[in-house]
């Protein structure tokens, strides 16, 4: 029921960060053409690279690492566990997960509104307005917030699948 919608979200924002990975790259080619073929550089790329793609690069996927069960893990005293035991506290994890990461999304939207009512920009090489790259940090925390939350339910129903590598709604014997 909610897997769908929260499969196509993860994709699509991490579609979005690898979009802006291609942008970055696209920018920054063009930037090192033009100062060295033409010693024209293309002004405010530092700013830009810094503060819009890194930023989407970083925080936009986050919900598909997650999805995909792709974090960094170590499961030394974990893996000799039950895999009912195993699945619960997979599920314990991730509601500790979501209660660090529900910190991190409230005051990343109170900074990023903030600084859209005070309508930030930095003045580097030239004015770039900054405030809307601050939205995607709350934006892709919560993604993560979500797909946390779907998973710590799926472990707590006894879903095994949370052990494994992915958790989509197109693996084989996946309910739909």
């Known amino acids: 029921m909610l897997q769908r919608p929260l499969k196509r979200l993860t994709d699509i924002l991490a579609f979005a960060g690898g979009a802006a990975v291609v942008l970055m790259m696209v920018h920054v080619c063009a930037d090192v053409i033009a100062k060295y073929a033409f010693n024209m550089p293309i002004r405010g790329t530092l700013e830009i690279v810094s503060n ?3 930023v989407a690069v970083v925080f936009l996927p ?20 039950p895999l009912r ?31 859209y009512e005070i309508g930030e920009y930095l003045r580097g090489q030239i004015r770039i307005v900054n405030w809307p790259s601050r939205f995607m940090l709350p934006l892709g925390i919560g993604a993560i917030i979500l797909v946390l939350a779907w998973k710590s339910v799926c472990a707590f129903r006894g879903d095994e699948r949370v052990i494994g590598q992915v958790m989509d709604a197109d693996e084989p014997g996946v309910e739909q």
């Open 85 to 115: 035991m195993q699945t619960t506290l997979i599920g314990l994890v991730c509601l500790a997960c979501i209660v660090f990461y529900g910190m991190f999304f409230w005051q990343s939207l109170e900074d990023a509104i903030a600084k």
């Open 52 to 54: 819009y793609y890194m």
């Open 62 to 81: 986050l919900a598909l690492v997650e999805r995909r069960n792709a974090h960094i893990s170590v499961e030394i005293l974990s893996q000799h566990l």
